[in-house]
C-alpha cells in the first residue's frame, strides 16, 4: 500500500490550502500531513512545488512497496526529485515513472552524485543541514528505501506525520454530535429553571 505525506516549513502568513495550516509538527518550524488519498504523481509533484512556493520550502514523499519517491522544493531554487530503493536497470513500470522524473540514466552514479549535492543545498531549510556525502550512500541502488528515507528524515530533523488528515466530512459529522449534545444540555437547564 502506498503512503504520501507532505511537510513544510512555517512561515507566517503562508497562504496554503486547508488542511495544510492546522498540521502537527515534524520538526522545528516545519509542519506535515499524511495525505488522505494517494494522488497520481502527475498531481502529487505539483502538489508538493506549490506547497514550497507559499511556504519557502516544503518536502514530499511517495512511499510505494519497494520504493520511496521525494520531493524537496523551494520558493527559489529547481525541486530535486529523489527516488530510492531502485535499481535502474531493473525497473518494473511504475519504478520506471519515478526514475524517469529523477533524470536518471545508465547505472545512475552520476544522478545520485548530483541529486546528493542538491538535496544538501535544499537542506539549509530544514531543521538540520546534510552533506551530500552523508546523502549519496541512502540513494544506492537496491538499498531498502524505506530504511533510507528514515535515515534521510533523521538527518533532516524531519519526522513522517502520525496519521492521515481527517476527511472534512468525518469532521463536519463530529461537530453535529457535539453541537446536538450541547443544544440538549442548553435544553435541560432552561427547562431546569422553569421549574
Do not use: N
Amino acid at each position: 500500500m502506498s503512503v504520501q505525506w507532505v511537510a513544510y516549513q512555517v512561515v507566517p502568513g503562508a497562504m496554503l490550502t486547508a488542511p495544510l495550516p492546522s498540521a502537527p509538527e515534524v520538526g522545528d518550524g516545519w509542519r506535515g500531513v499524511e495525505l488522505r488519498r494517494v494522488h497520481p504523481l502527475d498531481q502529487f509533484d505539483p502538489l508538493v512545488e506549490e506547497t514550497g512556493f507559499k511556504s519557502d520550502a516544503a518536502f514530499g514523499l511517495h512511499e510505494g512497496a519497494s520504493f520511496a519517491y521525494a520531493v524537496a522544493t523551494s520558493r527559489r531554487g529547481e525541486p530535486v526529485r529523489v527516488v530510492f530503493g531502485v535499481d535502474p536497470s531493473k525497473t518494473d513500470a511504475e519504478e520506471a515513472d519515478v526514475v524517469r522524473r529523477c533524470g536518471v540514466t545508465g547505472t545512475g552514479k552520476r544522478w545520485r552524485t548530483r541529486t546528493a549535492a542538491s538535496l544538501a543545498s535544499w537542506s539549509v531549510h530544514a531543521p538540520r543541514r546534510v552533506t551530500s556525502a552523508q546523502i549519496e550512500p541512502l540513494l544506492a541502488p537496491g538499498s531498502d528505501a524505506h530504511e533510507s528515507v528514515g535515515t534521510l528524515l533523521g538527518l533532516l530533523g524531519l519526522a513522517p506525520p502520525a496519521g492521515a488528515i481527517p476527511d472534512p466530512l468525518d469532521l463536519q459529522d463530529v461537530a453535529r454530535e457535539q453541537l446536538a449534545v450541547a443544544g440538549e444540555a442548553h435544553r435541560r437547564r432552561w427547562f431546569d429553571r422553569g421549574r
